[in-house]
């Protein structure tokens, strides 16, 4: 069973930056998109970036101008960078993959990885 990995996550002070990035346990043929969410305690998981197949992006609006996503398609690898990290920022961090064979999606998520931004 394929496995999402990711690592990056920590403990920074605001206005600092940390990377995340995730890279699945086996290959993942026709991946549509590839994303991060985040949970913070009490609050639903919450999309945070977005790449599609094409490389078209998408984030939250509270991320904007702060968080850029890219992706290795070839590695079917997943970065965040994030930058200017505010204490609100801090979650449990997911990865997510989407694959799609002929009509049906199949959703991969990784275990998560804990980002805490001290004011």
């Known amino acids: 069973q394929v496995q999402l990995v990711e690592s990056g996550g920590g403990l920074v002070q605001a206005g600092g930056s940390l990377r995340l990035s995730c890279a699945p346990s086996?290959?993942?043929?026709?991946?549509?998109?590839m994303g991060w969410y985040r949970q913070a305690p009490g609050k639903q998981r919450e999309l945070v970036a977005l790449?599609?197949?094409?490389?078209?992006?998408n984030y939250a609006d509270s991320v904007k101008g702060r968080f850029t996503i890219s992706r290795d398609s070839a590695k079917n690898t997943v970065l965040l960078e994030m930058n200017s990290l505010v204490p609100e920022d801090t979650a449990v961090y997911f990865c997510?993959?989407?694959?799609?064979?002929?009509?049906?999606?199949?959703?991969?998520w990784g275990q998560g990885t804990q980002v805490t931004v001290s004011s």
């Open positions: 790449i599609t197949s094409d490389g078209s992006t």
């Open positions: 997510n993959a989407v694959q799609g064979i002929f009509s049906t999606e199949y959703a991969y």
């Open positions: 086996k290959s993942i043929f026709n991946i549509k998109a």
